[in-house]
């Protein structure tokens, strides 16, 4: 064969060789890219509807058993039990939402005689939009949504026909009736409240109705509560902890990043001119900030999704979120949203000392604008279970009753009047009421009064959010009158903190 | 003139006669008589039940307003009320409560078919005098709840339309 034969064939299998391989790097590759790329978003949606599904739910579920105005019980739901009544309830919401059940208002007293009979009830986080219902049964025109932006409470009675009622905007009170064709799925409510088993629940009572306060306290607490050892997430005594923690937020950008060391132990991670900012403090509090420049939100449910997906992608997926408040965020013309979310320790709902929300975000349009976190979870050592068990709060209340007056009345600007102390000589009490002055009319604050302003009784989990990663948490009876959270120790009775809400705070 | 002096006389006769009628009535009320009346108040007040009751529900919530300091033992005594030489049977140890500030105490109490008698015993220590005691007493009979609807429409259709308002307009 000739030389320039031999070349002419050589060339052509470079050629050929160049343009298989060629083919085999971009073309081959690319196809596969895409499509784990679309899996990848195909799991992503998964996991935004999974999260969406368990976020969007009442935080807290009352059941009624019943008894009358003077003989009725009630008790709050355990999250295992509230994941379970939550499946019936939505089937119930479903038709409602999809049907058009004929609306009309009731009053707030026939709400209230409703839940002297048998009744489940279900209490949304404060600020929950209707949008989030119809969103979850895909209907975005519904009577529901046609009336009330905002749902507080829905009581479905046991003797269920298609009728239940919904405390919405302003405490104004709906019946919606549906027709019986209208009711696609059949509910046994009876047989879901006959499903609790007997004495297996904390009995709550509407102690002060005769303060005209139908807020439920238990009588006694029989299931008794740890106190445990917890630590947070991150541990912010590792910079190599830190920095991974961080990098989830900056990707690529990592490398780019200024850090900064606080002698207070806060370290911050920079990006840009404060286009991006991670902060870690000593005890593991974790907040993200991000300029969103003109972004405006337009739907709540949008802003939701986006607040889950940013959750997801950069924390990491938490099991039992519970969303505890919605906040439209108004700024001249940018609208955007806070999303609270919370979680439970042994049953009972963590609550921080400060008055935020263990998880915040706030969404600007389809950006996070700022991200919040400091969860914990229980280490690795014995709990502690105090013999006395959980005291009642009503005896709480008691105990600490004069100075809880003496400071209602401060706030009201008003008198306390002299509370008999316990113990005290009949002797002195004539003698301060001889000496005390004439009060004018209406100046006087009376224990009544003080029994009708609390708002609500609670025990959850305070985590004081010390200077330190672990600490060790203590079942607290949060006891809110007016505008103030008192914290008590649920097991020794002593007053922990006294925190003034603001009216975002206040149920 | 006479006519006028008989008639002056007249009326200064009615207007001292009803002066008189009006210094006779006395009107005030000394220390004593107020804290007769003071005493005659009972120390508790139960108000849940009110009165005596039948009912179908064996748990029963009650609730009663006694004096601070104070100190109520609930006892509750079963019967089946069908022997009248029935032994009454109690159904918990004596329960103390020591009443505070909020001069409220409540009790749950899970009864039994039949006869329940609570008993609410009361005692107020007094300075340099003997302690004070007061029996309070509420029956509560727990039936079927057939038997209690029976009861209830028997008692409506034995009871004259009289009996009735008047039990009504009483407001027991």
Same mark, same amino acid.
């Given at each position: 064969?000739?030389?320039?034969?031999?070349?002419?064939?050589?060339?052509?299998?470079?050629?050929?060789?160049?343009?298989?391989?060629?083919?085999?790097?971009?073309?081959?590759? *690319?196809?596969?890219?895409?499509?784990?790329?679309?899996?990848?978003?195909?799991?992503?949606?998964?996991?935004?509807?999974?999260?969406?599904?368990?976020? &969007?739910?009442?935080?807290?579920?009352?059941?009624?058993?019943?008894?009358?105005?003077?003989?009725?019980?009630?008790?709050?739901?355990?999250? %295992?039990?509230?994941?379970?009544?939550?499946?019936?309830?939505?089937?119930?919401?479903?038709?409602?939402?999809?049907?058009?059940?004929? $609306?009309?208002?009731?009053?707030?007293?026939?709400?209230?005689?409703?839940?002297?009979?048998?009744?489940?009830?279900?209490?949304?986080?404060?600020?929950? *939009?209707?949008?989030?219902?119809?969103?979850?049964?895909?209907?975005?025109? !519904?009577?529901?949504?046609?009336?009330?932006?905002?749902?507080?409470?829905?009581? $479905?009675?046991?003797?269920?026909?298609?009728?239940?009622?919904?405390?919405?905007?302003?405490?104004?009170?709906?019946?919606?009736?549906?027709?019986?064709?209208?009711?696609?799925?059949?509910?046994?409510?009876?047989?879901?409240?006959?499903?609790?088993?007997?004495?297996?629940?904390?009995?709550?009572?509407?102690?002060?109705?005769?303060?005209?306060?139908?807020?439920?306290?238990?009588?006694?607490?029989?299931? !008794?509560?740890?106190?445990?050892?917890?630590?947070?997430?991150?541990?912010?005594?590792?910079?190599?902890?830190? !920095?991974?923690?961080?990098?989830?937020?900056?990707?690529?950008?990592?490398?780019? $990043?200024?850090?900064?060391?606080?002698?207070?132990?806060?370290?911050?991670?920079?990006?840009?001119?404060?286009?991006?900012?991670?902060? &870690?403090?000593?005890? @593991?509090?974790?907040?993200?900030?991000?300029?969103?420049?003109?972004?405006?939100?337009?739907?709540?449910?949008?802003?939701?999704?986006?607040?889950?997906?940013?959750?997801?992608?950069?924390?990491?997926? %938490?099991?039992?979120?519970?969303?505890?408040?919605?906040?439209?965020?108004?700024?001249?013309?940018?609208?955007?949203?806070?999303?609270?979310?919370?979680?439970?320790?042994?049953?009972?709902?963590?609550?921080?000392?400060?008055?935020?929300?263990?998880?915040?975000?706030?969404?600007?349009?389809?950006?996070?604008?700022?991200?919040?976190?400091?969860?914990?979870?229980?280490?690795?050592?014995?709990?502690?279970?105090?013999?006395?068990?959980?005291?009642?709060?009503?005896?709480?209340?008691?105990?600490?009753?004069?100075?809880?007056?003496?400071?209602?009345?401060?706030?009201?600007?008003?008198?306390?009047?002299?509370?008999?102390?316990?113990?005290?000589?009949?002797?002195?009490?004539? !003698?301060?009421?001889?000496?005390?002055?004439?009060? @004018?009319?209406?100046?006087?604050?009376?224990?009544?009064?003080?029994?009708?302003?609390?708002?609500?009784?609670?025990?959850?989990?305070?985590?004081?959010?010390?200077?330190?990663?672990?600490?060790?948490?203590?079942?607290?009876?949060?006891?809110?009158?007016?505008?103030?959270?008192?914290?008590?120790?649920?097991?020794?009775?002593?007053?922990?903190?006294?925190?003034?809400?603001?009216?975002?705070? $206040?149920? | 003139?006479?006519?006028?002096?008989?008639?002056?006389?007249?009326?200064?006769?009615?207007?001292?006669?009803?002066?008189?009628?009006?210094?006779?009535?006395?009107?005030?009320?000394?220390?004593?008589?107020?804290?007769?009346?003071?005493?005659?108040?009972?120390?508790?007040?139960?108000?849940?039940?009110?009165?005596?009751?039948?009912?179908?529900?064996?748990?029963?919530?009650?609730? =009663?307003?006694?004096?601070?300091?104070?100190?109520?033992?609930?006892?509750? =005594?079963?019967?089946?009320?069908?022997?009248?030489?029935?032994?009454?049977?109690? /159904?918990?140890?004596?329960?103390? =409560?020591?009443?505070?500030?909020?001069?409220?105490?409540?009790?749950?109490?899970?009864?039994?078919?039949?006869?329940?008698?609570?008993?609410?015993?009361?005692?107020?220590?007094?300075?340099?005098?003997?302690?004070?005691?007061?029996?309070?007493?509420?029956?509560?009979?727990?039936?079927?709840?057939?038997?209690?609807?029976?009861?209830?429409?028997?008692?409506?259709?034995?009871?004259?339309?009289?009996? /009735?308002?008047?039990?009504?307009?009483?407001?027991?």
């Amino acid at each position: 064969m000739s030389k320039e034969k031999l070349k002419s064939l050589l060339l052509v299998i470079l050629i050929a060789t160049s343009v298989v391989l060629t083919q085999r790097v971009w073309f081959s590759s *690319p196809l596969q890219m895409t499509s784990s790329e679309a899996s990848y978003l195909y799991e992503k949606e998964d996991q935004l509807l999974a999260t969406r599904e368990q976020v &969007i739910r009442p935080e807290k579920m009352v059941v009624g058993f019943g008894g009358g105005a003077e003989n009725s019980h009630y008790t709050f739901l355990a999250p %295992s039990d509230l994941d379970r009544f939550w499946q019936e309830m939505k089937m119930i919401l479903r038709d409602h939402f999809v049907s058009m059940p004929v $609306v009309q208002t009731i009053t707030r007293e026939e709400y209230e005689d409703l839940r002297t009979n048998r009744h489940v009830e279900m209490h949304f986080g404060k600020g929950f *939009p209707t949008a989030f219902l119809s969103v979850l049964f895909d209907q975005q025109e !519904n009577s529901l949504a046609s009336v009330t932006n905002e749902i507080q409470s829905i009581l $479905v009675p046991v003797r269920y026909q298609g009728n239940l009622y919904l405390v919405g905007d302003e405490d104004q009170v709906y019946e919606f009736q549906l027709q019986p064709q209208d009711q696609l799925h059949q509910v046994d409510v009876a047989e879901l409240v006959d499903s609790i088993p007997v004495n297996s629940y904390v009995k709550y009572y509407p102690l002060f109705s005769y303060a005209g306060n139908q807020t439920l306290l238990p009588l006694t607490y029989q299931n !008794n509560k740890p106190r445990i050892f917890t630590e947070s997430e991150i541990d912010a005594s590792s910079n190599d902890h830190m !920095n991974r923690w961080a990098g989830r937020f900056f990707n690529e950008n990592f490398d780019f $990043v200024k850090t900064i060391q606080e002698t207070g132990g806060t370290r911050i991670y920079m990006y840009g001119y404060g286009q991006q900012e991670v902060r &870690i403090n000593n005890r @593991g509090l974790l907040e993200y900030s991000a300029a969103t420049g003109n972004q405006s939100s337009s739907s709540v449910s949008r802003a939701l999704d986006t607040a889950l997906m940013f959750k997801a992608d950069h924390y990491g997926p %938490s099991d039992g979120l519970v969303l505890r408040e919605v906040e439209l965020l108004e700024e001249g013309q940018l609208r955007g949203y806070r999303f609270g979310f919370g979680y439970h320790l042994r049953d009972l709902p963590v609550v921080p000392a400060q008055l935020s929300q263990p998880v915040e975000i706030e969404v600007f349009g389809e950006s996070v604008r700022s991200f919040s976190v400091l969860l914990r979870r229980p280490m690795s050592l014995p709990e502690v279970m105090p013999e006395a068990g959980i005291l009642s709060p009503h005896r709480i209340i008691e105990e600490d009753f004069n100075q809880l007056l003496e400071e209602f009345a401060d706030r009201q600007g008003l008198e306390a009047p002299e509370m008999p102390l316990q113990g005290e000589e009949e002797a002195d009490i004539e !003698n301060n009421a001889d000496n005390q002055p004439d009060p @004018g009319e209406g100046s006087l604050v009376t224990g009544e009064d003080l029994l009708g302003a609390i708002r609500y009784v609670e025990l959850v989990y305070l985590d004081r959010q010390e200077t330190h990663r672990r600490e060790l948490m203590v079942p607290v009876w949060r006891i809110v009158i007016d505008q103030v959270a008192y914290d008590f120790d649920a097991h020794e009775g002593t007053r922990m903190q006294t925190t003034i809400l603001t009216e975002e705070g $206040v149920r | 003139m006479k006519k006028w002096i008989i008639a002056g006389a007249l009326i200064l006769l009615m207007t001292s006669g009803q002066t008189a009628t009006a210094e006779a009535t006395n009107t005030n009320v000394d220390d004593n008589t107020i804290s007769e009346a003071i005493a005659e108040e009972p120390m508790l007040e139960v108000l849940v039940p009110q009165k005596d009751r039948v009912t179908s529900r064996e748990t029963m919530m009650v609730s =009663f307003r006694a004096p601070t300091d104070s100190l109520v033992v609930v006892e509750v =005594f079963h019967t089946m009320g069908m022997a009248d030489n029935e032994t009454p049977v109690a /159904l918990y140890e004596p329960m103390a =409560f020591e009443i505070g500030v909020l001069e409220r105490g409540w009790v749950e109490l899970t009864l039994q078919k039949g006869i329940n008698r609570i008993v609410l015993t009361t005692t107020l220590a007094q300075k340099n005098v003997e302690p004070k005691v007061e029996v309070t007493e509420r029956i509560i009979t727990v039936k079927d709840l057939e038997e209690v609807r029976e009861e209830l429409s028997r008692n409506v259709m034995q009871t004259t339309a009289t009996d /009735l308002i008047r039990r009504l307009t009483n407001m027991e």
